[in-house]
């Protein structure tokens, strides 16, 4: 993807989030600035206000279906081009901390994408725990 605009990276904790001299942080930046313009957001992706517009969305964050449900109906139609979702594999049917069927990112993901008919998936990919790309028609 070349030129995709605003990136908004979403995660729950660890270095990505948290600026410091040898954080993915500065890498991804260091990267990614010259032709991407970056937008970090700390906090919980559940409760803070609703993203700018942005080309792509990018949600790694807590792999359950309530939370990525809650992520998907506060930003998802922020997003204008691609939504990407990472663990989409590792977590289909039972999310992550949880132990029941029926809690997994794609007990999330599936009716969204039922009541927001302008998207689809686009590419998944199995290897690596999982990634699902959908786009915006």
Known sequence: IKNIGDVFFTERTGPLTL?????QYHK????YE???DIKYVIGDSTK???????????????????TLSKE??????????FILLHDTEAFVEVGEEETNKGTGLWD?????????????????YEYNN?????RRN
């Open 108 to 124: 999330a993901i599936t009716p969204w994408l039922r009541r927001n008919t302008h998207w689809k998936i686009h590419e998944h």
């Open 34 to 36: 010259p032709s991407v």
């Open 28 to 31: 991804y930046k260091a990267l």
């Open 48 to 66: 803070i206000p609703q993203i700018d517009t942005t080309d792509l969305l990018f949600i790694d964050t807590c792999h359950n279906a309530n």
């Open 19 to 23: 600026p410091g001299s040898n954080s």
């Open 72 to 81: 998907l109906e506060l930003h998802g139609n922020q997003a204008q081009k």
């Open 130 to 134: 999982g990634l699902t790309i959908l």
